[in-house]
């Protein structure tokens, strides 16, 4: 049985130890060159006059909760298919490919199962964003991809946290939440090293 030093002990350290992703985790896959190429000139065929999205890659993991340990992004090769064309977003204005892919699905379970990652969306959906603001666009008449799509290159990010948002006053640093402290953290740390450049040009 731990002694209530011990205990006072643990939890110190919970709190003191370092937050890898105070404002969330946002893991992608990259298209490979040739998938990507083949991508951007379908776009540029079919989608002419419209806002292109230049950043293709395809969305695994897209959570809000903090995470306290540092992921290394797995190195693999995924393939898939066109499923169907889309309208994401509150607007619905989003064009994206939903693609069929057991191998990104199974990579999202997998980091899902080993990371206890939250997410907004009710199910998993592999796709890749097209087109922002679209206008005047019949989906049916989209001609459907016919090549393959493949992936490498995960990429393991922290979430944007005031994304979106004109400033931070939203954002509740000091309510005693996993998230509060999280952010509390994060605001103490890029304080400290404000501080530490403005001395830094003093002595200059």
Wanted: with cysteine.
């Amino acid at each position: 049985m731990k002694t209530f030093k011990e205990y006072i002990s643990e939890e110190e350290n919970k709190d003191e130890q370092e937050i890898h992703y105070p404002g969330g985790v946002y893991i992608s896959v990259k298209l490979s060159e040739e998938t990507e190429e083949l991508v951007k000139e379908y776009q540029n065929k079919y989608l002419k006059g419209q806002d292109i999205n230049e950043e293709l890659h395809c969305t695994l993991i897209y959570s809000k909760k903090p995470h306290v340990d540092e992921i290394e992004p797995a190195e693999y090769t995924a393939v898939g298919t066109f499923k169907e064309f889309n309208l994401f977003g509150e607007n619905k204005d989003t064009l994206v490919v939903e693609i069929n892919s057991q191998d990104l699905l199974r990579r999202n379970e997998e980091l899902v199962k080993e990371h206890k990652f939250i997410s907004d969306f009710d199910e998993y959906k592999s796709h890749v964003t097209l087109s922002y603001g679209i206008t005047d666009i019949d989906l049916n008449s989209l001609p459907p991809i016919e090549f393959a799509f493949k992936f490498q290159d995960e990429t393991v990010e922290q979430l944007d946290i005031n994304w979106g948002s004109d400033d931070d006053e939203n954002y509740d640093d000091g309510d005693g939440t996993f998230v509060g402290k999280a952010l509390k953290q994060m605001k103490n740390k890029s304080d400290k090293e404000k501080d530490e450049d403005e001395k830094s040009t003093q002595k200059d």
